[in-house]
């Protein structure tokens, strides 16, 4: 299974790509960060379709979307790692997780996605959700190998 993380913003040397990049080096599935800009300055509504467009030409065909958005289920650690796990025990050869800009996700990406995923009601930082994100992939791949990470 490949992983792609595509996020619009493009994030520069600092401690939140540190720390992406230190989960993301320790994930086993490929995995793929793709980072989009709209240049256009566009009303917040149609830079929402705008960025929307963007992320989901940046994921593989065919992959199984997963928009992180406020509106969406919290999952626990566990619920992500067995959600995964069914993916990769089902044969899903892609999965793509979109971060959107600071509006958010528009309805027609978010009818897309197979799985719209909240971090929950607090608004966190974007560089602060890609770490979140490989952190989070990373434990499940840990949970998934039966190992004792969770606890820690």
């Known amino acids: 299974m490949r992983l792609t993380i595509a996020c619009i ?26 980072e989009l800009e709209e240049k256009k300055k ?39 790692a067995d959600r995964l796990g069914r993916w990769r025990d089902g044969s899903v050869s892609d999965v793509a997780f979109l971060i959107g800009g600071a509006e958010g996700h528009a309805e ?15 608004t966190w930082p974007h560089l602060l959700a890609r770490a979140m994100l490989a952190e989070q992939i990373y434990r499940a791949q840990q949970l998934l190998a039966g190992h004792p990470y969770h606890r820690a």
Do not use: C
Request: glycine share 12%; aromatic share 6%.
């Open 9 to 34: 913003g493009r994030a520069g040397r600092g401690p939140e790509r540190d720390l992406y990049e230190h989960y993301a080096g320790r994930i086993r599935w490929p995995l793929a960060l793709r």
């Open 42 to 80: 566009l009303p917040p509504a149609q830079l929402m379709l705008r960025e929307g467009e963007l992320l989901l030409a940046a994921a593989p065909a065919g992959a199984t979307l997963v928009a992180l958005d406020r509106r969406g289920s919290p999952l626990d650690s566990q619920a992500f």
């Open 108 to 122: 027609p990406l978010l009818a897309k996605a197979g799985l719209v995923l909240s971090f929950g009601a607090m």
